[in-house]
């Protein structure tokens, strides 16, 4: 309203605020660098425990992938409804601000559902467009720095590299260039009895204030997709759905795709390939539920791990890339946490608009 | 050979960096993918959404074989 009255200024005052900041951070992070180096992460696959016995039943931990799913999905849900909400209350016809991103991105996908699913694009669209938020939620928050990052000490076992703490104000740091050099005294007996030894280390917290020697942290936040239990589950919602849609598209005449018997009597011979052939698409669905789940948590997973080795990596003591080599792979991360993200929920559409069709139709036409 | 925990590391990293080689066929496949939509949006531009969707499925197909090889090479790294 008052941009006509003031000149347009062309810098504004707030990037150079937020210049200073990045300047100043990068600076520190050259000083602290020399000081503090980065610790290699202690990879672990399956997910640990938010914090030390916090169960959300007798035997299923609250992991730190499940806290970091909760606050994506809270983060960008939260404002999202408030977005669209406020549109809806306001009466404005010209959409602007949060709300127009949330429009174009839900218009685009909207565009996408109805050109490959037609008529059922109405039933399968909320389903891809949640999954595609949600992965994009997920994968997109995996990247703010508080992953992995902040969490519980433990103590180093099995050939995790343990490193010594400092602590500072009843705060464990973990000091990259103090790293744990003495014999692994208690991983030597754990291996000769697996079972207890695991069970002894695994309850190995360090709770005193004073400072370990040999400890690991456990992240008590993880991005939710370095889980294979998220994907999997995803991806077994999905090809249920497809299932799902298929029977409500076609009947029961939609199992007819895996168990052939149509023409078993009519056409000996081909009858049997055809039976054969439905015993195969069955396999083959079951091949997508693995597929689904170990592309999403390949791809981040390995990310994840990428990044984390590219930032304690020492370049051969060219400090200034130690900062600026991991940055541009973070840009990479975050392309491909999209690209995934999209992958998944394209993928999940076109199976499930694959399955409202009757693929019977063409084979009769070519039998005529 | 004298130290056993040893070599079953090596043979770890071995078994690893052998798994990765999967990668490479995903690799040709994706460039065959990409260099085909691009021959074909080239020619017909009007198609350009349709084309680009399918060619990131095949993109998606092709690269879940790397990804199997690269979940083989993790769980022979880390677990």
């Known amino acids: ?368 | 050979m004298s130290d056993p925990e040893t070599f079953l590391q090596a043979m770890r990293y071995l078994g690893a960096g052998l798994a990765v080689i999967g990668v490479a066929g995903a690799g040709a496949g994706i460039g065959i993918v990409v260099g085909g939509a691009v021959q074909a949006m080239a020619r017909n531009p009007d198609y350009t959404p349709t084309i680009q969707t399918n060619m990131i499925l095949g993109i998606a197909f092709a690269e879940a074989v790397a990804i199997y090889a690269l979940a083989v090479a993790l769980i022979i790294l880390f677990v």
């Open chain 1, 1 to 368: 309203m008052s941009a006509h009255a003031t000149p347009q200024r062309r810098f504004g005052f707030w990037r150079w605020v937020w210049l200073a900041v990045m300047i100043g951070a990068a600076g520190l992070a050259w000083y602290a660098g020399g000081i503090w180096k980065a610790v290699p992460p202690a990879v672990v696959l399956p997910a640990e425990p938010a914090w030390p016995g916090l169960y959300l039943a007798p035997g299923i931990p609250f992991t730190n992938t499940m806290l970091s799913a909760l606050l994506a999905s809270l983060l960008v849900f939260g404002p999202m409804l408030w977005a669209v909400q406020a549109f809806v209350r306001g009466g404005k016809d010209v959409p602007s601000g949060f709300y127009q991103i949330v429009e174009m991105a839900v218009e685009f996908f909207w565009n996408t559902t109805q050109s490959a699913a037609g008529k059922w694009a109405k039933r399968i669209f909320p389903f891809t467009m949640t999954i595609f938020l949600y992965v994009l939620a997920v994968n997109l928050f995996k990247m703010v720095p508080i992953h992995e990052t902040i969490g519980y000490t433990k103590l180093a076992h099995g050939n995790i590299q343990g490193y010594s703490t400092v602590v500072v104000g009843g705060v464990h740091l973990l000091d990259g260039s103090h790293p744990y050099t003495g014999e692994h005294a208690e991983a030597a007996p754990a291996e000769g009895e697996a079972g207890h030894g695991e069970a002894e280390a695994e309850s190995a917290y360090w709770n005193s204030a004073e400072p370990c020697e040999n400890c690991e942290i456990v992240p008590s936040i993880r991005g939710a997709a370095t889980d294979l239990n998220f994907t999997a589950s995803l991806a077994l919602i999905t090809m249920l759905m497809v299932q799902v849609f298929g029977v409500w598209a076609l009947g029961p005449d939609y199992f007819s795709k895996f168990f052939n018997l149509k023409t078993i009597v009519s056409k000996p011979f081909f009858g049997l390939m055809d039976f054969i052939v439905g015993l195969l698409e069955l396999i083959s669905e079951i091949a997508k539920i693995l597929s689904f789940s170990l592309r999403l948590f390949g791809v981040i997973f390995a990310g994840t791990l990428l990044l984390a080795i590219v930032s304690t990596l020492s370049f051969g003591g060219a400090q200034p890339l130690v900062f600026f080599v991991p940055g541009l792979l973070v840009g990479l991360e975050l392309f491909v946490g999209i690209i995934q993200a999209y992958v998944f929920s394209t993928l999940a559409l076109t199976f499930m608009s694959q399955a409202t069709v009757s693929h019977h139709g063409d084979e009769h036409s070519e039998a005529h």
